[in-house]
């Protein structure tokens, strides 16, 4: 009779702890399209204070901050967002800021918007606002290895009709940042121009593979066939600003053997490396590679 009892006590457990689990998911879930209306423009910067006030956030007078991150597919709760929602807002529960939180299961995407005090916190608000999404993900047990860590996004922060588009914008930058290397949190306002790649590539592949095919296609050629590969010194060449001493240290190579390559690119590409036109071409055309067969 007890071990009946207990067993029934068990399955009666079980059944609220899933039901809270369901009830967690539906309101985070309901944060979330409340923000991406917000940032779809569905929801008016006169309207919107009200309605953040009956989910909870409450903000000062200071500038909002809003900031997404984007998981990696293989990075998916499996429907299991009311877990990962939690163990966030508990790793945010430190940072001391007002915090609206929500998930987009669709999108793999977590949107959030913070209430700052001054414009002046921006930086170590979204240091440690970075902090605790990777550490709440990792509580959810979503780190796996192998797989891109998640990418987290800090738009700008300003008003209410500002924060609109800092949404739209993160959640778009947070896509066009998948593949780039890892860092604790991008500044949306530095990879307008990843994001302007990745708006061509989606809207319309063929063009951006044909711009980089023009600008280093030869390049790539040598290097599916010949040694040593010649793209590398290009990319150092242009990440130093052309400055030929840091790029042949960097690369481990002396200076004449340094000359030699850059002449070999140059006859290649039919360009003058120190043209500036050249140079920004050649540079988009390597980030753009990414997106590129």
């Known amino acids: 009779v007890h071990r009946m009892a207990a067993e029934r006590a068990a399955g009666l457990l079980a059944v609220v702890l899933m039901q809270a689990r369901q009830e967690e998911e539906l309101a985070a879930r309901g944060r979330g399209d409340f923000l991406t209306d917000l940032a779809e423009g569905r929801i008016t910067a006169e309207d919107a204070p009200a309605q953040a006030r009956v989910l909870g956030f409450k903000p000062g007078d200071g500038p909002l901050l809003p900031v997404v991150m984007r998981l990696a597919s293989e990075l998916s709760p499996s429907g299991n967002w009311a877990l990962l929602a939690r163990a966030v807002l508990e790793e945010l529960s430190s940072v001391g800021v007002p915090v609206l939180l929500g998930v987009r299961p669709v999108e793999g995407r977590v949107p959030l918007l913070l209430g700052l005090?001054?414009?002046?916190?921006?930086?170590?608000?979204?240091?440690?606002?970075?902090?605790?999404?990777?550490?709440?993900?990792?509580?959810?047990?979503?780190?796996?290895?192998?797989?891109?860590?998640?990418?987290?996004v800090v738009g700008v922060a300003g008003s209410w009709a500002a924060a609109s588009a800092g949404l739209r914008h993160a959640a778009e930058t947070a896509t066009a940042a998948q593949g780039l290397?890892?860092?604790?949190?991008?500044?949306?306002?530095?990879?307008?121009?990843?994001?302007?790649?990745?708006?061509?590539?989606?809207?319309?592949?063929?063009?951006?593979?044909?711009?980089?095919?023009?600008?280093?296609?030869?390049?790539?050629?040598?290097?599916?066939?010949?040694?040593?590969?010649?793209?590398?010194?290009?990319?150092?060449?242009?990440?130093?600003?052309?400055?030929?001493?840091?790029?042949?240290?960097?690369?481990?190579?002396?200076?004449?053997?340094?000359?030699?390559?850059?002449?070999?690119?140059?006859?290649?590409?039919?360009?003058?490396?120190?043209?500036?036109?050249?140079?920004?071409?050649?540079?988009?055309?390597?980030?753009?590679?990414?997106?590129?067969?």
């Open 117 to 152: 005090r001054s414009e002046s916190e921006r930086t170590a608000v979204a240091d440690r606002v970075a902090a605790a999404l990777r550490a709440g993900v990792e509580r959810a047990g979503l780190e796996r290895a192998g797989v891109h860590p998640p990418v987290v």
């Open 181 to 293: 290397s890892d860092r604790p949190w991008y500044d949306a306002r530095r990879l307008d121009i990843d994001l302007l790649l990745w708006r061509l590539h989606f809207h319309g592949d063929t063009v951006l593979a044909a711009f980089v095919d023009r600008a280093i296609g030869p390049l790539r050629d040598h290097d599916r066939t010949s040694r040593p590969p010649l793209l590398p010194t290009l990319e150092t060449y242009l990440a130093h600003a052309g400055r030929k001493a840091e790029t042949a240290r960097e690369l481990h190579l002396n200076r004449q053997t340094l000359y030699n390559r850059l002449a070999r690119i140059s006859e290649l590409l039919g360009t003058d490396l120190d043209d500036p036109q050249t140079v920004l071409a050649l540079s988009l055309a390597l980030r753009a590679r990414r997106h590129t067969p």
